[in-house]
């Protein structure tokens, strides 16, 4: 019943006979019942069961529909929201939508803002907007209705909006910072026609903010608790820097022209592919494979839309002695994008395309063109780099012809595209002293600069055989880290086997087509018709759950702790990073169940004839593209895979058993769950290890008593939310202000609110609104939403401190009486395991205590940084990538949770760890504190004639004592700086305007004491000096400063 790998997707039928066998239970779960099964039919989607429901799903549906799910159900209608972007002018029009493309700021507020005499905003000030509001509706029962809005804003339901900036990869250009606002939607009635008295649709809007080194952006929306139960939902919203204005003011595709209709032969029987980009960075996506055309599916919400374009390359290929072709197509068989840069490969040609981001270039023009590179080479394949680093994006092209055993290395920073042939001095096979060698897969490590190979070694003494190799980017060493066996292990039964040459083996042939890397996890894969992985590159485990008769096609990771693999014959597997049991997802019983119970809720979104286009993960969850038929009409859909659950129903289906009560039998499950309970506690506040900068904005409140917002209202949020973001900018300078607080000079308008409240109790505001200053504001004391962090930063020496409680239940579904366990008997039943992917930098201690009276353990888990792996980075830079795996024994594939959103797996938190001098953190000069102190110890007073608080004037005479603080933009904690430092002036000149700065010769002369060209410009009576006695070395008690005069 399932399809499997045929290449024919006609009409064929099939017929199949049914085989019904009924086995006992046993502990091991080898008991099944009523199976019926037929040849495969359609290369990539199930074939449709069908509609009898078998004895076996009967069972599932036992358990599946409990009365707590029947309560939900019945009691809890599911509702989701819906969220589009628009423009400015468009508010309150409905069925529009508008592409996130232009990006200059809105000046036409002066008109709103002019009327807002006695309201706490500078008249003196010019208010900005953005270009763009964010429309947030809902639907409930998949059915939109105009009543059930209505009757959430009457039952007080109010959107909240978190939008998250995510940072850019070049951190020389920006500053790196976690940056987030959360707003609250306002209501406004559609611009439509309406014959009732108040309001017939309306919508609640936000604006979207923009900000300078960001192009892509998350925005969560959940509801304020009032109103119908609605799920919180994230959205992508990402700039898209490859469209253009067209004088009729319509937006056309720079990369090429929009294809509107989806041809069914572009999907059908068509193999899926990988969709390879910068995991967290890259605004638009784009996936190739179409066959015999040179087009693309490009997406700028993650696959929520797309739009199929034919790209505008010349397509020119020509075939020579040294680049042997065997056929041309237009085919884009591999396609990667990076922040903004678009890369493809068609034949052996490829090209590359950067888009236009006025918030991440210093220029806003982007490449305006296809742009091809490595004319002359002969290029067989592009393999992508998933992580960035250093400061830039990375791409790899292997050759082949004339530059075999060369890899042309690729690097993209700010738009800029460079490429260097590696390695260096000589080849691959010239440096491992081979005559014939293919280099066939490519992974770079941008931490250690290193270059991982993977090569196929041709010797005409000896058969193929393949080689992991090593290249040092900074040493040009090249070394041999693997050799992998000629033959696939024998597992003799065993889930994994560790390689190490004493093994036996099958006759089958390993025949390795790819590597993946994950630099969280330090693990890297070798994929082919097996799975290896390794934590060091030398020593493998082999995965023997993997068929050896199928082959790998791709790997898909979440960098979180789940894997996906996708087969040749387009088989689904899932593997949990740090254990060895591999599960097949699709075709399984469990997927069979899962489509029965979609027949029966009449999706949409399954149909008997399908096609997977790719497979990826998105905010940890796994998704397909897929091509639907149906009615003789094609569709592209994107459609969670609901892992947890079909493994919990394959569970339940191999872990079941009718029990004898009476007269009748009963339906009973086996778990193997070694708790019933899990839960996280005694968590920190977050903001101090996630660096979130969160800040806060309500909308003014509008006079009218129906509490809608009109036009004006609603450009007085803009400005305000441009405004506070202006503030947080500004806020980013090397000296500190009086008061450690973005928006401390906003904040001083307070002390009229009392005033402004009253003019708006009486309705006597001017512009109809009320500006509430508390409204707008940085939070600093977020609290812990009872899970870990997305991501944990260490400083140095610093600690995460939490507790993991585990309650012990029975080990079947069936209500008996609890038994009070022992400390041994819990001991021997559960245990916490924690992995570290790099033990010399952080390290984990776990303590243990037994609650006797609650048959429960709680584990006290400590995660440290061991002050060994750090550098004197700036603030963000240069972080060591790390992880940390908590698990628990057996709970792999066994242990779920219920939730009103599906099952979720528990027992395995995998969360990324960074160590290193964490983001929002900075060295301030601190003006105040200096010049109350140079006053006290000069014994005078002197400033500038022109007095400027930002910049303080100070006599050349007098010596001079710096001061600094270390302030955390995070937490609002500032202390003084009490460390050594270097003192270096950088530059100058005789005027403001004339300021430059220095080349290194003349930072050397004017503060080094060992110039002897008496350029000296200032000199301390500190003795204390760097070690080769070139600068001097100051601190916070340091003698003071003399200028030289």
């Given at each position: ?210 900000k300078n080194g960001s192009v892509v952006m998350y925005v969560d929306v959940r509801s304020n608790g009032l109103g119908p139960f609605i799920q919180n939902k994230r959205f992508h919203v990402n700039i898209n820097g490859f469209l253009q204005k067209q004088q009729d003011n319509t937006l056309q595709f720079t990369v090429g022209n929009e294809i509107f209709n989806l041809i069914p032969r572009y999907f059908i029987n068509v193999p899926s592919r990988p969709l390879w980009h910068t995991v967290n960075q890259t605004p638009v996506l784009i996936l190739g494979g179409i066959p015999d055309e040179k087009s693309v599916l ?404 509008v006079v009218e008593p129906s509490g809608f917002h009109n036009e004006n209202s609603l450009a007085v949020y803009q400005g305000l939310v441009y405004y506070l973001l202006c503030l947080h900018s500004e806020y980013h300078k090397p000296y500190a202000d009086r008061v450690h607080e973005s928006t401390w000079s906003w904040s001083n308008k307070k002390q009229d609110q009392d005033y402004y409240f009253y003019l708006a109790s009486n309705s006597q505001s001017p512009g109809n609104v009320y500006i509430d200053m508390a409204s707008y504001e940085k939070i600093y004391d977020l609290k812990a939403d009872y899970e870990l ?257």
């Amino acid at each position: 019943m399932w399809g499997g790998g045929a290449k024919s997707g006609g009409e064929t039928r099939c017929k199949c006979k049914c085989r019904c066998t009924t086995r006992g239970s046993s502990r091991t779960g080898e008991s099944w019942s009523h199976v019926a099964r037929c040849p495969a039919m359609y290369p990539a989607g199930p074939a449709w069961p069908k509609l009898r429901v078998l004895r076996a799903l009967w069972a599932l549906l036992a358990v599946l529909l409990a009365p707590w799910r029947l309560w939900a159900k019945e009691d809890i209608q599911e509702c989701i929201w819906h969220v589009v972007l628009i423009k400015f002018e468009a508010v309150g029009e409905e069925g529009r939508s508008d592409r996130f493309f232009d990006l200059e700021p809105l000046e036409s507020l002066d008109s709103v803002f002019s009327l807002l005499v006695d309201a706490p905003t500078d008249q003196n000030e010019k208010y900005l907007g953005f270009p763009y509001y964010l429309k947030i509706n809902y639907s409930c029962g998949g059915e939109s209705s105009e009543a059930q809005v209505r009757k959430g804003h009457l039952t007080g339901l109010k959107p909240l909006v978190l939008v998250t900036f995510q940072s850019p990869v070049n951190f020389h250009r920006w500053k790196i910072e976690q940056l987030q606002i959360q707003m609250e939607a306002a209501p406004f009635r559609s611009k439509e026609r309406c014959n009732a008295e108040e309001v017939c649709a309306m919508s609640w809007y936000t604006p979207m903010p923009i900000k300078n080194g960001s192009v892509v952006m998350y925005v969560d929306v959940r509801s304020n608790g009032l109103g119908p139960f609605i799920q919180n939902k994230r959205f992508h919203v990402n700039i898209n820097g490859f469209l253009q204005k067209q004088q009729d003011n319509t937006l056309q595709f720079t990369v090429g022209n929009e294809i509107f209709n989806l041809i069914p032969r572009y999907f059908i029987n068509v193999p899926s592919r990988p969709l390879w980009h910068t995991v967290n960075q890259t605004p638009v996506l784009i996936l190739g494979g179409i066959p015999d055309e040179k087009s693309v599916l490009l997406t700028d919400t993650s696959f929520t839309d797309f739009f199929l374009v034919e790209l505008n390359i010349d397509s020119c290929w020509v075939g020579s002695f040294y680049c042997p072709q065997a056929s041309f197509t237009a085919t884009i068989y591999d396609a990667i994008a990076t922040e903004s840069t678009l890369f493809i490969r068609q034949n052996q040609l490829v090209y590359y395309f950067t888009g236009t981001y006025v918030t991440l270039h210093e220029s806003n023009q982007g490449s305006g063109s296809w742009v091809r590179v490595l004319a002359n080479e002969c290029i067989k394949k592009l393999c992508p780099v998933h992580a960035h680093g250093n400061g830039s994006e990375y791409i790899m092209a292997l050759t082949t012809g004339k530059r075999e055993g060369y890899v042309h290395f690729g690097t993209i920073t700010d738009g800029r595209v460079s490429f260097e042939l590696l390695p260096r001095q000589r080849s691959v096979c010239e440096g491992l002293q081979v005559v014939n060698c293919s280099i066939i897969w490519a992974v770079f490590i941008a931490g250690d600069y290193n270059l991982l190979l993977l090569v196929q070694m041709e010797d005409p003494t000896t058969r193929k055989y393949f080689q992991v190799v090593s290249y040092d980017l900074v040493s040009n060493y090249l070394a041999i880290l693997y050799t992998i066996p000629e033959f696939i292990p024998d597992a003799r039964g065993l889930e994994f086997l560790m390689l190490l040459g004493t093994e036996s083996h099958t006759t089958f042939l390993m025949v390795p087509k790819g590597m993946f890397y994950n630099q969280y996890s330090n693990l890297l894969y070798i994929w082919g018709n097996f799975l290896l992985q390794s934590y060091n590159y030398e020593n493998f485990i082999y995965l023997a759950d993997f068929p050896k008769e199928q082959s790998i096609k791709y790997l898909v990771n979440s960098f979180r702790g789940d894997m996906a693999i996708v087969t040749e014959t387009e088989e689904i597997w899932y593997l949990l990073e740090g254990s060895y049991r591999m599960y097949k997802l699709f075709p399984s019983r469990g997927w069979e169940v899962h489509i029965n119970l979609q027949v029966m809720h009449q999706s949409s979104v399954y149909t008997p004839n399908e096609t997977m286009v790719t497979l990826f993960y998105e905010d940890t969850k796994l998704y397909q593209l897929v091509y639907l038929m149906k009615n003789q009409q094609g569709q592209l859909v994107k459609r969670h895979v609901p892992v947890e659950q079909l493994l919990m129903y394959q569970q339940l289906s191999n872990h079941y058993f009718f029990k004898r009560q009476g007269s009748h039998l009963t339906l009973s499950f086996t778990n193997f769950c070694p708790f019933s309970v899990m839960r996280l506690r005694d968590l920190p506040n977050p903001q101090v290890y996630s660096r979130q900068e969160r800040y806060q904005a309500r909308p003014p409140r509008v006079v009218e008593p129906s509490g809608f917002h009109n036009e004006n209202s609603l450009a007085v949020y803009q400005g305000l939310v441009y405004y506070l973001l202006c503030l947080h900018s500004e806020y980013h300078k090397p000296y500190a202000d009086r008061v450690h607080e973005s928006t401390w000079s906003w904040s001083n308008k307070k002390q009229d609110q009392d005033y402004y409240f009253y003019l708006a109790s009486n309705s006597q505001s001017p512009g109809n609104v009320y500006i509430d200053m508390a409204s707008y504001e940085k939070i600093y004391d977020l609290k812990a939403d009872y899970e870990l962090p997305e991501r944990i930063f260490l400083d140095k020496g610093t600690s995460y401190v939490f507790s993991v409680f585990l309650r012990v239940g029975g080990q079947s579904l069936e209500f008996t009486p609890e038994r009070v366990l022992t400390s041994e008997e819990l001991k021997s039943t559960v245990d916490l395991g924690v992995v570290l992917a790099d033990p010399g930098c952080i390290e984990a201690v776990v303590k243990q205590k037994f609650l006797i009276n609650r048959n429960s353990v709680l584990f006290r888990v400590t995660l440290s940084d061991k002050r060994s792996c750090f550098d004197q980075g700036l603030s963000g830079h240069h972080l060591l990538e790390t992880s940390m795996l908590l698990k628990v024994a057996g709970a792999v594939g066994h242990c779920f949770q219920n939730t009103h959103q599906g099952p979720r797996m528990q027992g395995n938190l995998m969360v990324p760890v960074l160590i290193g001098c964490p983001p929002g953190k900075r060295l301030a000069f601190d003006i105040t504190y200096t010049l109350q102190y140079n006053r006290l110890q000069n014994k005078h007073y002197f400033d500038c004639v022109r007095v400027e608080p930002e910049m303080p004037c100070f006599l050349f005479r007098d010596v001079f004592y710096p001061f600094f603080l270390i302030q955390d933009l995070v937490t609002g904690d500032s202390g003084s700086f009490q460390g050594s430092y270097v003192l270096k002036v950088v530059g100058g000149g005789p005027t403001l305007d004339t300021i430059r700065e220095y080349s290194e010769e003349e930072i050397y002369r004017f503060n080094s004491p060992l110039d002897k060209t008496h350029s000296l410009i200032w000199t301390t009576k500190n003795t204390t000096t760097t070690k080769d006695s070139a600068f001097n070395i100051m601190s916070h008690q340091s003698l003071g400063i003399e200028s030289r005069s």
